[in-house]
């Protein structure tokens, strides 16, 4: 029973022994990453494209042989009110002179003015007649000229005049412009007229008008800008909006926009459209004109100076930059978010809504976190130590005690546990007999102190150890010739009869 109690101790000694050690290898300060903070980042480009009907009902042909008088009409809308300048001028088909008509206009907006056909074709017909040529129509040409300083706003119509007939250019009635890049300001100008027609007896008198009324913008559905005639201008549109999992303390954005339009392997040219700084203000709105005409003549003069003019389409590219600082009571969001709108510039300029695969990438989503490590102290690796270390020394006394009551209570060795133990260990060597030669005269007998003395002699000799049991004794003998060597074993416990 007390060695068992014994082995049980010093299992939970050894248990406890590993058990400290591991406790002394395992940190006590454990470090973490943790995620107090989730936030997002979204960003949507949309676009427009405009342009301005000029539909009418008046044809742009006047008949000067049934034509009683002409009133020509101007209109122009722009930021402030402006001076305006008419000119009229007649001009030879033939290249061989120009005369400015003088022309007395009245009114604000619109101006009017009149424009005597039949003083026009007098006036060409005898300039012609005075060079010894003979004409064969004209030009007629006003130009409406808005600010006399800084960049001024014309609008120029053209029409062809001869003895039957004055054709307007359509395209010359109207015009509108906004700045660029970016600029938000409009300036428009239509021209219009009143034509009164010679009384007949079928009609009566007849006055036909083309009006001068500045025409609204409509929308082009669908949004592809057109550049040859059909878009005059465009609106971007950008927003951007900021999100967290947990309140905001302040928030600051910065954003910015720029446009670039790139001619691969020729020139580059970037432009910045709008920026602006936020605080605090939640979503970003941005909204920037583009003025699709003069785009155009831009990407044109570009590719004339590089002595590129093969070019069919450039690259077109809308970027929104924003930085924003956001500050959370778990901490500070400081991020950069790019977007971009691509398209294609020629004969048309088309955005790429989507990608190759149809995803859309008009809508941008950007996530982020707000991440921190922090330092945890682990009580259950103190505990464990603590533990550990009384076991141990619980175990190691208990060890000790059981150990000496072990060594002092456990009954001596018997004649047969000897016998057993030699046997097992030295087996192959001894041979038991059942009595022992006696000696003789001449013998010598030499006892040795051990079993292992006496078997490394029989080795040596090459003899065997040869074996007498007694109810008290073991003996043990190698006889080599006359010499006799000797051990007997004595046990504390005589051996059992009948074991």
């Known amino acids: 029973m007390v060695r068992n109690a014994l082995f049980i101790s010093l299992a939970i000694l050894l248990s406890s022994l590993c058990t400290y050690i591991m406790g002394l290898v395992t940190p006590v300060t454990q470090y973490m990453d943790v995620t107090p903070a989730l936030y997002a980042q979204h960003g949507e480009f949309s676009h427009k494209a405009y342009t301005v009907d000029q539909s009418t009902s008046t044809p742009a042909i006047i008949f000067p042989q049934i034509t009683e008088s002409l009133e020509m009409l101007f209109s122009y809308s722009g930021p402030a009110p402006e001076p305006v300048t008419i000119k009229v001028y007649l001009i030879d088909t033939n290249g061989s002179w120009q005369k400015e008509i003088p022309v007395q206009t009245t009114g604000a907006n619109p101006v009017s003015f ?8 007098t006036i ?18 006003i130009t409406a000229q808005v600010g006399d300083s800084g960049t001024p706003f014309t609008l120029t119509l053209d029409g062809s005049l001869d003895a039957n007939i004055l054709t307007w250019d359509d395209n010359g009635f109207l015009k509108v412009e906004r700045g660029f890049p970016g600029d938000d300001t409009i300036r428009e100008a239509v021209f219009g007229y009143r034509v009164k027609l010679k009384d007949n007896s079928l009609y009566g008198p007849v006055t036909l008008e083309r009006s001068a009324e500045i025409p609204k913008p409509v929308e082009i559905t669908p949004e592809t800008l057109t550049a040859a005639g059909m878009a005059k201008f465009a609106d971007i549109n950008f927003n951007y909006k900021f999100t967290a999992s947990e309140s905001i303390r302040s928030l600051e954005e910065d954003v910015k926009l720029t446009l670039t339009i790139t001619e691969t392997g020729a020139w580059t040219k970037t432009f910045e459209l709008d920026s602006t700084t936020q605080k605090d ?27 590129n003019r093969s070019s069919i389409e450039r690259q077109i590219t809308i970027t929104a930059e924003v ?10 969001a400081n991020e950069t978010f790019v977007q971009q709108l691509n398209g294609t510039i020629g004969k048309t300029i088309t955005w790429a809504d989507t990608d190759k695969t149809g ?56 004649l047969r546990d000897a016998l057993k133990k030699d046997l097992k260990k030295h087996g192959e060597l001894i041979s038991e007999v059942a009595d022992l ?16 003395e006496l078997v490394k002699i029989a080795n040596n000799s090459l003899k065997p150890v040869l074996l007498k049991v007694d109810p008290e004794k073991l003996t043990y003998r190698v006889i080599d010739r006359s010499t006799i060597y000797e051990y007997i074993n004595k046990a504390v416990n005589k051996m059992i009869t009948g074991e």
């Open 114 to 121: 009149p424009l005597d056909i039949n003083y026009l074709l």
């Open 124 to 141: 060409g017909n005898t300039i012609n007649k005075e060079l010894g040529g003979r004409g064969n129509g004209y030009l007629v040409r």
């Open 281 to 307: 203000g939640g979503a970003v709105q941005l909204s920037v004109p583009l003025d699709i005409d003069a785009l155009v003549a831009l990407v044109d003069s570009y590719d004339e100076a590089a002595g």
């Open 323 to 332: 930085h924003t600082l956001a500050r959370m009571d778990s901490g500070v």
């Open 359 to 414: 995803a859309d990438q008009l809508t941008l989503i950007k996530e982020g976190k707000i991440s921190r490590t922090i330092a945890q102290t682990m009580t259950g690796v103190k505990n464990l130590r603590l533990v550990s270390f009384i076991l141990m020394i619980i175990s190691t006394a208990a060890c000790a005690t059981l150990l000496v009551v072990y060594l002092r209570t456990r009954p001596a060795p018997t």
């Open 437 to 452: 030669a006696p000696m003789k005269e001449g013998n010598i007998l030499i006892p040795v102190n051990s079993l292992e």
